[in-house]
T-cell receptor
Framework: DAKTTQPTSMDCAEGRAANLPCNHS???????VYWYRQIHSQGPQYIIH???NNETNEMASLIITEDRKSSTLILPHATLRDTAVYYC?????????????FGQGTTLQVKP | EAGVAQSPRYKIIEKRQSVAFWCNPI?????LYWYQQILGQGPKLLIQ????????DSQLPKDRFSAERLKGVDSTLKIQPAKLEDSAVYLC???????????????FGPGTRLTVL
């Protein structure tokens, strides 16, 4: 079973920041948090991952709470093309063979 | 760089028939994954290969599903015989999996949509 819980759906206005929350209260000390998204009829796409520190890349920022029990994915300026299902995943297992257990994700609808 | 290739993109069969899916991972990627995604759900891992060895097949229904990865490159997933509940998108993914690295980005193919009638 997935070790994360996410809201089923969220809306965001185009050009505004989208903040997607995720709870992972049973995460272990060496387990990473990954975010993927899946645009309709495509395979999932990697966004970002982190362990303890906040992370930022060209797509998004990941904020992980100090106790690591929750995190937030931030899309700083959402566009219509960011409409997708966003999956927050705790990777289970060792570094290069660990597996991703997907939950149901959050459907983000970006509106004009 | 070419992505993960899968074929066919769509397949319609009747129950009790057999079907096979093919995946060509990104060149140099040691790890290959097959996922099943039922409509409205997240992908579920069926089997994971490291080179041509199986790392995890705990969720693979072995009475009807089989998979192989010959020579550590291409892979095929087979269902025989198919059931109605096998209707889903079958996704293949690959990752570089540098030993000792925490970075394990998986690159997904477009998937094969299977409909069992």
């Amino acid at each position: 079973d997935a070790k994360t819980t996410q809201p089923t759906s969220m809306d965001c206005a185009e050009g505004r920041a989208a903040n997607l929350p995720c709870n992972h209260s049973t995460i272990s000390g060496n387990e990473y948090v990954y975010w993927y998204r899946q645009i309709h009829s495509q395979g999932p796409q990697y966004i970002i991952h982190g362990l303890k520190n906040n992370e930022t890349n060209e797509m998004a920022s990941l904020i992980i709470t100090e106790d690591r029990k929750s995190s937030t994915l931030i899309l700083p300026h959402a566009t219509l093309r960011d409409t997708a299902v966003y999956y927050c995943i705790v990777r289970v297992g060792s570094s290069n063979t660990g597996k991703l257990i997907f939950g149901q994700g959050t459907t983000l609808q970006v509106k004009p | 760089e070419a992505g993960v290739a899968q074929s066919p993109r769509y397949k319609i069969i009747e129950k009790r028939q057999s079907v096979a899916f093919w995946c060509n991972p990104i060149s140099g990627h040691a790890t290959l994954y097959w996922y099943q995604q039922i409509l409205g759900q997240g992908p579920k891992l069926l089997i994971q290969f490291q080179n041509n060895g199986v790392v995890d097949d705990s969720q693979l229904p072995k009475d009807r599903f089989s998979a192989e990865r010959l020579k550590g490159v291409d892979s095929t997933l087979k269902i025989q015989p198919a059931k109605l509940e096998d209707s889903a998108v079958y996704l293949c993914a690959s990752s570089f999996s540098l030993a000792g690295s925490a970075y394990n980005e998986q690159f997904f193919g477009p998937g094969t949509r299977l409909t069992v009638l």
